[in-house]
């Protein structure tokens, strides 16, 4: 079997909010390999985000290692860590996150403008993204002027656009409707079957039921072991 | 991240929000207007000063009566004494002992009553040399000066200013008419063009005549030898230092003297006049200067002010770029030179209205105005500077927002 892009162990988050102390993540141990479709799901308040913000390397344990792509980030600075980010993770939020004044383009592009890259290879990649989402034609086209399933497509181009080790998609339906949803699920079904490795923040349990392993999160912890989804 | 990447999207950041990005030019605006207004003003006002006082000649030497300090060390009486004497005005005029003297004036001056018909007007008649003309930089607007042979014999002739003529008969065409003084008739030989004025005294409003006649037939001090000042005028700019120190060891000399520090009269020149006047208005302009420079302070303060919103405000999109791979350094700098663009810009457009009223407001104030090229780009600097270190804070609050507060932040 190949290595594991994600290989988390003894994973602890502790918050410090004044003399309270709150542990967020109580001991998480987790593979995925490459080409792994995986879900995490959770009610509110139970590490769920913690986890996602540490598996996109937004932020560092408190303790355990965490080993992203070969590379340990557990002890990165933030510079490091921008870095890693940049080169490993795509990240498809709830909310878009598209920035108003670029055009779809300008947005999915934005990832390789951190990285340095030259404005004639961005332009090609960036429309390359854009195209595999189906959205070649509306390149120039302001987030303004897309519906909300178009817009997460543009931010789903965005993630893909790097190249990155996973895709880190949270709660990416939450703010769609029901077609817009069926839309945007079968996109990362299908960029699963050409071969990427996606992880799947969400509390809807039809969202998980896509995902090829489901991981509980109460309290801190996994419930279980990851359950394996028949298809 | 490139460069080109980052002014990019500093200047996308600043036109997206166009109406905030004006509002935050403006104080900086305002303040580099008004620092090349008052910068310029101070200028021209320098300029017109010292053009005035090269006008009277920049080559001059005035000696006067009196020490210039007494024992104490003070500034003593100034022009009071009766230490100069016509012999000392012949001697500096010897090319021997003052070879880089052109020409001496000594004047003796009294303050006379000149009547013409039912008119009469009291002003300072002086008593001097043929080479007064010359050495003081006078021209003639009627007839001519008068010559070696009136002041070889005393004769009765005057040269009256322009202003005196205007006031005795109510025109300047006055060669040939006489003008009484004490009962005694005057022939007008000349008439001086006008020259302005010099401090408190109007150089148009007197009356020249020969030395001789001045001794013989005018004074009322009593004392014919002596004189109020000597004009001594340099054979160029070059050489006055020469001659200033050529003028005092002569008339140390002549006066049994030891050392300067006796002197019993004052050599000075010009240019300490020029240096005084100068310092006057650099200390004006400074203060002008320093009151805009405030306002550019304030201008500054303005800018941290709304870049401080403008970071509050892109809350999430810093968390966005974060997130994408934006180094705490890229965000850090996105703002800086956001805050120097706007520095930039309003510096550049305060030059552009303060230039405008450079140029409008000469004819309405009637004072010049110099627009140095130093300044202008003095003043941009400045402005990007103010930019720069007033986005310093607002930037680093943005580099050190975490990403993940940053996108939480509705």
Redesign the interface.
């Known amino acids: 079997m190949a290595a594991p892009v994600i290989e988390l162990t003894g994973a602890r988050k502790t918050y410090h909010t004044g003399d309270i102390e709150f542990e967020a993540l109580r001991g998480i141990d987790c593979r995925i390999f490459p080409g792994e479709y995986v879900a995490i799901v959770g009610p509110s308040g139970s590490g769920k985000s913690t986890l996602m913000?540490i598996l996109?390397c937004?932020?560092v344990l408190t303790s355990g290692s965490y080993v992203l792509a070969g590379e340990d980030v557990s002890r990165m600075d933030?510079?490091a860590l921008?870095?890693a980010?940049?080169?490993r993770i795509g990240?498809v939020?709830q909310?878009f996150?598209l920035?108003?004044?670029?055009t779809a383009l300008g947005n999915v592009e934005?990832?390789l403008?951190?990285?340095?890259v030259?404005?004639a290879e961005r332009r090609d990649r960036a429309m390359v993204a854009l195209e595999r989402v189906g959205l070649g034609d509306k390149s120039r086209n302001h987030p303004g002027q897309l519906s909300g399933g178009q817009q997460q497509r543009v931010a789903i181009a965005?993630a893909l656009v790097?190249e990155p080790a996973i895709v880190l998609a949270d709660e990416p339906t939450g703010n769609l409707d029901s077609h817009s949803t069926r839309d945007v699920l079968g996109m990362l079904d299908d960029l699963h079957s050409e071969g990427s490795t996606i992880v799947l923040i969400t509390h809807e349990s039809d969202v998980a039921a896509r995902a090829g392993t489901v991981y509980n999160v109460t309290d801190g912890q996994f419930v279980g072991a990851g359950t394996e989804i028949a298809k | 991240?490139?460069p080109?990447?980052l002014l990019a999207?500093s200047w996308?950041?600043i036109?997206?929000h166009k109406m905030r990005s004006i509002l935050t030019m403006l104080g900086i605006v305002v303040g580099i207007a008004s620092v090349v207004l008052t910068v310029g003003l101070g200028l021209g006002t320098q300029k017109d000063v010292s053009e005035q006082i090269a006008a009277l000649g920049s080559d001059l030497l005035i000696v006067s009566p009196g020490s210039s300090t007494d024992e104490s060390g003070l500034r003593g009486g100034f022009g009071s004494g009766e230490t100069l004497t016509l012999t000392d005005a012949e001697a500096l005029a010897s090319e021997v002992a003052v070879p880089d003297a052109a020409d001496v004036a000594a004047e003796k001056t009294a303050s006379l009553s000149l009547e013409y018909g039912e008119s009469n007007w009291t002003t300072d008649v002086t008593g001097t040399s043929t080479s007064w003309a010359d050495v003081r930089s006078r021209e003639l607007l009627y007839g001519s000066f008068f010559t070696e042979d009136d002041a070889t014999a005393a004769a009765s002739v005057i040269v009256l200013g322009a202003e005196t003529a205007q006031e005795l008969f109510g025109s300047t065409s006055v060669v040939g008419q006489d003008v009484t003084i004490d009962g005694e008739a005057y022939e007008i030989v000349g008439v001086l063009a006008e020259a302005g004025s010099s401090g408190e005294t109007s150089l148009d409003d007197m009356a020249v005549v020969p030395m001789t006649t001045m001794v013989e037939q005018l004074d009322t001090s009593g004392n014919s030898e002596s004189v109020d000042t000597i004009y001594v005028k340099a054979a160029s700019s070059d050489v006055l230092s020469a001659a200033s120190q050529e003028t005092t060891s002569l008339l140390l000399n002549l006066h049994g003297l030891a050392s300067a520090e006796d002197a019993d009269f004052t050599v000075e020149v010009q240019d300490s006049l020029l240096d005084a006047a100068t310092s006057v208005y650099e200390k004006l302009t400074v203060l002008l200067t320093g009151i805009a420079a405030l306002a550019l302070l304030v201008g500054g303060i303005g800018v941290m002010n709304i870049m401080l919103v403008s970071v509050t405000e892109r809350t999430?999109?810093i968390?966005?770029?974060?997130?994408?791979?934006?180094?705490?350094?890229?965000i850090r700098n996105q703002f800086l030179i956001e805050a120097m663009i706007l520095g930039l810009s309003g510096g550049a457009v305060g030059v552009i209205i303060g230039v405008g009223l450079a140029l409008a407001l000469p004819s309405v104030l009637g004072s010049t105005i110099v627009i140095s090229g130093l300044a202008l780009v003095v003043s941009v600097v400045v402005a990007v500077g103010i930019g720069a270190v007033f986005g310093v804070y607002p930037a680093a609050r943005a580099a050190k927002l975490?990403?993940?507060d940053a996108?939480r932040d509705q």
């Open positions: 913000n996109g937004l932020d933030e510079v921008a870095s980010r940049n080169r990240f939020f909310q996150h920035l108003s004044s670029l934005l990832p403008v951190y990285a340095g030259s404005p965005r790097t | 991240m490139r080109a990447d999207s996308r950041a036109r997206s999430r999109e968390g966005l770029r974060k997130a994408l791979g934006a180094a705490p350094a890229n975490a990403p993940i996108l």
